[in-house]
């Protein structure tokens, strides 16, 4: 059998063989045979953007792996910084190299002093964290014009440390401009996790960081640091194809995961299960999802037809967090409503299973984070991903994305004045 597909226009009657290729059959290929005929996918779910070594899904099988390295052992033996170098570099860094690259980021933690000022005061106080990291990340880009020489590699990586190094401090800036709170700078001394939650929630005593919370806030970025191509990803690497600078691009990324259907769900789960609100409005709102009168959030995925492994490996994180800070009453009814869901045709049918935003807002909650922050936590362990897909489509010189349409709309026909309409 040869891994190929024949294709016929029957108004020709002529035929054309295509190679199956790595799971993917080359469009260039289609063209040849039938120009100005194009695959209509609005949704991209059967149409593959791009060649990537970075991250593997498997989703029948619910596997996820960064550059080979399974998400279950990621999650258990590194550290963030260390699964950003890995998704960016390649390979695991050599204690030299992991030496150097946690001092960079370490080093490039702050943010100037006028943009502190400027950027955050010019926003109203109840401002969405996610409003401002939109801007915030986009606004960075007037203050290092240099970035926009994407054609050299050393240039790009030295934003990307940027981005990935003043995230933290972004994102706590924003928390604290919402409450009204003094920023806090940067402790150069704390590790990557610690450092962003002291920033978070010092006030007045310094901030002593439970272990245990540090370690969860390592395996959550760890978890989110990347996932193939998915919305906010493509969108780094549609508008990155533009040849902008990276820090608009990656605005466009954390514009596109701030919506609930993406990056957006781990705050709506929270506020499902709110509006749910006990044990016994369970059953009947799994039947106002089947109804299609609600939505499940937290659950589904374009790619899982089958747990998502990371949302397996929070739910024992989970434990650890819920051991100092008691169990999240929310927690049982996402209890309640998984087994309800896993046991119910509707969502057996449809292979919905629970997706990494469906526990890890519980986690967030009990850690002392607002909710409006949770969206914001997702972005932080996401950058190096994005910034991962932006550098390997740079690398790979790839054109401009500039997708076809099958129009729809009227014919020519002439202008009516407005007498005559
Ligand atoms: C993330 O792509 C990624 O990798 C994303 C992500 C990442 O790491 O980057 O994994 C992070 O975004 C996770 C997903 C978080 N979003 C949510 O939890 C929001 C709730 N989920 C859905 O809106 C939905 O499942 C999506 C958006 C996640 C996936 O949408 P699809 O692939 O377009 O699926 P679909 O909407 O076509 O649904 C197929 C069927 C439909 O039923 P029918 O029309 O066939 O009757 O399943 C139903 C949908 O109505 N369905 C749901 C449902 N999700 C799908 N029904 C109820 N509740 C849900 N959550």
Redesign the pocket.
């Known amino acids: 059998m040869t891994e190929s597909i024949t294709i016929t226009d029957n108004r020709t009657g002529e035929s054309l063989e295509i190679p199956i290729a790595n799971g993917g059959v080359d469009a260039a290929d289609w063209r040849k045979l039938l120009p100005g005929i194009w695959f209509h996918d609005p949704?991209l779910?059967t149409t593959s953007g791009a060649e990537s070594a970075i991250t593997e899904?498997d989703g029948e099988n619910g596997i996820l792996r960064y550059r080979g390295y399974p998400i279950e052992q990621l999650a258990e033996k590194s550290t963030f910084l260390e699964v950003s170098y890995l998704l960016l570099h390649g390979e695991l860094p050599t204690q030299q190299q992991s030496d150097e690259w946690v001092n960079e980021i370490t080093h490039h933690t702050y943010l100037h002093d006028k943009f502190r000022r400027k950027m955050y005061d010019s926003f109203h106080y109840d401002a969405h964290p996610m409003g401002l990291l939109c801007s915030n990340v986009a606004g960075l880009s007037t203050f290092y014009p240099g970035s926009k020489d994407i054609d050299d590699p050393s240039i790009r990586m030295e934003h990307a440390v940027r981005l990935i190094a003043k995230m933290p401090t972004l994102a706590t800036s924003a928390y604290r401009h919402s409450v009204g709170q003094p920023f806090v700078f940067p402790d150069n001394t704390l590790d990557y996790a610690s450092n962003f939650l002291r920033m978070m929630f010092e006030v007045g005593n310094p901030y002593e960081v439970d272990p245990a919370f540090q370690r969860a806030m390592e395996v959550l970025l760890i978890l989110?640091a990347d996932?193939?191509?998915?919305?906010?990803?493509t969108t780094a690497r549609v508008v990155g194809s533009s040849h902008t600078d990276p820090y608009t691009a990656m605005s466009a990324a954390c514009a596109a995961l701030y919506g609930?259907?993406?990056?957006g769900?781990n705050e709506?789960?929270l506020n499902m299960l709110d509006g749910i609100g006990s044990y016994e409005n369970v059953e009947p709102f799994i039947e106002g999802?089947k109804a299609?009168n609600?939505?499940?959030?937290?659950?589904?995925?374009?790619?899982?037809k089958n747990y998502?492994p990371?949302a397996r490996i929070i739910k024992e994180a989970a434990h650890d967090v819920f051991a100092v800070t008691g169990t999240n009453p929310l927690l049982d009814i996402a209890l309640k409503l998984e087994e309800a869901a896993l046991s119910d045709e509707?969502?057996i049918s449809?292979k919905?299973y629970p997706?990494?935003?469906?526990y890890s807002g519980l986690i967030y909650e009990s850690m002392g984070f607002p909710r409006n922050m949770f969206t914001v936590l997702f972005a932080i362990g996401?950058m190096p991903g994005w910034l991962a897909h932006w550098n390997e489509m740079l690398d790979q010189d790839s054109r401009i994305a500039r997708p076809r349409q099958l129009y729809t709309g009227e014919a020519e026909r002439d202008y009516v004045a407005m007498g005559d309409r």
Do not use: I, K, W
Not at 260 to 263: Q, T
Not at 355 to 358: A, E, G, H, S
């Open positions: 949704g779910a899904l989110h996932h193939e191509q998915n919305c906010s990803t609930p259907r993406h990056g769900a709506a789960v999802v299609g609600e939505r499940l959030m937290g659950f589904g995925h374009r790619v899982y998502d990371r509707y969502f449809r919905l997706n990494v935003d469906f996401r």
